[in-house]
């Protein structure tokens, strides 16, 4: 069967180049990440990030096998989010069950359906008067196109709606959004020049306001090293650079800064992210 890409995944190629997703992750702040394996599978992962006098720390669990799941992360704000997953329920439906605690109106139920030509994905908060989110696109060889929206069943409204199409080529593709009520319209293009570099843009534009159009260049190079380098460029002159390496086998370092290229006067950001895997 081939799955139609959801419909986050429209100008998903030119949105990690900019931004980062696994890899390539712009990070100003000072960030550890230490993950384990037990032989029984169970997954544990901890992370800390020192933001300005204080530190934000997360310890996550997941275990996993063909048919279900579970997760669970503790924060060090005394929250604790459980995740539970069925997959293929039925014939192309994934489930998930989400809470938090002492939250209790956090629980949310999350839907995805996947068949030939269409992909949906729902989440509804499990209270008396719920918040249903849903998403749904369709496509057909490269093009995929599709929409998503939120209700509110208390004011019985429409709270967000966004619509949007893509096209995916090998070595190029091409994202048009129009968000937010269709008051935003986002165009990005994210094009890989060869099998180690590739260069994207996103360009932003509020419709209801006449100089509010935004945008953002970014190029990636897999060195010979197997290092990654980024480059970021926005309308503002705010430039982001990021090199990313393997230390040694499962241990990566990544550096990244931010400065100003209008005024060198201010500050530049600097940011450290060490990901250790046992």
Not at 35 to 41: I, L, N, V
Not at 78 to 90: I, K, P, R, Y
Not at 192 to 216: C, H, M, R, Y
Request: net charge neutral.
């Amino acid at each position: 069967m081939t799955k139609v890409p959801a419909f986050y995944d429209i100008g998903k190629a030119s949105r990690e180049l900019l931004y980062g997703s696994k890899v390539g992750v712009f990070q100003y702040n000072q960030l550890l990440t230490v993950s384990t394996k037990t032989a029984d599978g169970v997954e544990f992962t901890a992370t800390a990030v020192k933001k300005d006098d204080h530190i934000d720390a997360v310890l996550k669990s997941a275990y996993k096998t063909p048919q279900w799941g579970l997760a669970g992360a503790f924060t060090s704000a005394g929250t604790v989010t459980a995740t539970a997953s069925l997959t293929n329920l039925a014939a192309g439906l994934d489930v998930t069950l989400t809470g938090t605690v002492p939250e209790v109106s956090s629980a949310k139920l999350g839907l995805d359906y996947a068949i030939p030509h269409l992909t949906a994905k729902s989440t509804v908060s499990l209270t008396s008067q719920p918040k249903v989110d849903l998403a749904v696109t369709t496509g057909h060889g490269d093009i995929v196109c599709g929409g998503e929206t939120s209700f509110d069943t208390a004011k019985n409204t429409i709270t967000r709606w966004s619509v949007g199409a893509g096209y995916v080529q090998r070595d190029y593709s091409v994202g048009v959004l129009l968000k937010d009520l269709g008051k935003v319209l986002t165009v990005s293009y994210a094009h890989n020049i060869d099998p180690t570099s590739s260069v994207g843009a996103e360009v932003t534009k509020k419709l209801e306001e006449k100089e509010a159009t935004v945008f953002a260049l970014g190029y990636a190079k897999r060195l010979d090293s197997g290092a990654l380098a980024k480059a970021r460029l926005d309308n503002t002159g705010i430039a982001s650079l990021l090199y990313e390496t393997e230390l040694k086998p499962l241990t990566k370092l990544a550096l990244s800064s931010q400065f100003d290229a209008t005024d060198l006067s201010k500050a530049p950001k600097f940011g450290l992210a060490l990901d250790v895997k046992n």
